[in-house]
């Protein structure tokens, strides 16, 4: 079983930057591609970011593409998602997820995928 810790979020101010970072419990942090989601009220839930186990693929939506950038430290077994040029549409709860993955080079993008799930961080952004 993995756990998984957000921190990193908070209020910004538009055009401002934030870094979340996500802390796995265990061993096996190396079997999981993992997944930054968020979810803005009245919406659906949506993968804003993923990375393969390897750290060679990578996923973003297009309307983070360019301001948003997912790594992986495996030493530290953290994720993080670093958010420059944020903007008030940005503003979500944003979900760090894990997905067990035999695939070296694989990113799920549907929510469905994910087996493990941390508690959410509130990413606010003021115009």
């Known amino acids: 079983q993995v756990q998984l810790v957000e921190s990193g979020g908070g209020l910004v101010q538009a055009g401002g930057s934030l870094r979340l970072s996500c802390a796995a419990s265990g061993r096996t942090f190396s079997f999981y591609a993992m997944g930054w989601f968020r979810q803005a009220p009245g919406k659906e839930r949506e993968l804003a970011a993923g990375i393969s186990r390897s750290g060679g693929r990578t996923y973003y939506v297009d309307s983070v593409k360019g301001r948003f950038t997912i790594s992986r430290d495996s030493a530290k077994n953290t994720v993080y998602l670093q958010m420059n040029s944020l903007k008030p549409e940005d503003t979500a709860v944003y979900y760090c997820?894990?997905?067990?993955?035999?695939?070296?080079?694989?990113?799920?993008?549907?929510?469905?995928?994910?087996?493990?799930w941390g508690q959410g961080t509130q990413v606010t952004v003021s115009s």
């Open positions: 997820a894990a997905d067990l993955n035999f695939s070296l080079n694989t990113v799920a993008e549907v929510a469905r995928e994910y087996d493990y």
